[in-house]
Antibody
């Protein structure tokens, strides 16, 4: 069974750093792109960025470029999303998801359960 | 402002048919990129309902169907049921953004 299991909810203060994770099971980690998708309170889904685990090639949405870093550790089948200095506006649920074919019309066929990030002073 | 435009809300009575539109441009849907549809129930992760414009993953009822024409796509739900009440999102890619993924703004379906 394909599973993407995300780390738990986080409560942080502005300016703090954070790294959340997404562990995958049930398929070969290197065969699919891993993407991160944000849902801010009361808002829709926004694509944050994507990584190819095989070579850590990363592509970011222009809205998130320079604001977050996506990485992987292929030895533990895990993808990460990290911030160096959180802002209140980063408060949202973040989902990891996978696609076999980014760019060329791939769809996101399996999703993690979501990680709630709350940033408040 | 989402690249793909969806109506904020639609509604229908049980048993009725509803259509959710997803309007794009010649840079995304009209450029030939496929459209995919996701259902998001409150408190749960999105789930793919339609991929490749018209295809249903196994387990998705045939009450759900998709289509694409020109710069738009549609999700049609027939025989509306109470459990269909959810948010629905279309997703595609945009060549003006170097082929990056884009989502519609989402449509809240209310079953009356």
């Amino acid at each position: 069974e394909v599973q993407l299991v995300q780390s738990g909810a986080e409560v942080k203060k502005p300016g703090e750093s954070l790294k959340i994770s997404c562990v995958v099971n049930g398929y070969s980690f290197g065969d699919y792109w891993i993407a991160w998708v944000r849902q801010a309170p009361g808002e829709g889904l926004e694509w944050v960025g994507v990584v190819w685990p095989g070579d850590s090639h990363t592509i970011y949405s222009p809205a998130f470029q320079g604001q977050v870093t996506i990485s992987v550790d292929i030895s533990v089948n895990t993808a990460y999303l990290q911030w160096t200095s959180l802002k209140a506006s980063d408060s949202a649920i973040y989902y990891c998801t996978r696609t076999e074919n980014f760019h060329n019309s791939g769809w996101f066929d399996a999703w993690g359960q979501g990680t709630l990030v709350s940033v408040s002073s | 402002q989402s690249v793909l435009t969806q109506p904020p809300s639609v509604s229908g009575a049980p048993g009725q048919r509803v259509t959710i539109s997803c309007t794009g441009t010649t840079s995304n849907i009209g450029a030939g990129y496929d459209v995919h549809w996701y259902q998001k129930l409150p408190g749960t992760a999105p789930k793919v309902l339609i991929y490749g414009n018209i295809n249903r993953p196994s387990g998705v009822p045939d009450r759900f169907s998709g289509s694409k024409s020109g710069t738009s796509a549609s999700l049609v739900i027939t025989g509306l049921q109470a459990e269909d009440e959810a948010d629905y999102y279309c997703q595609s890619y945009d060549r003006s953004l170097s082929g990056l993924a884009v989502f519609g703004g989402g449509t809240k379906l209310t079953v009356l």
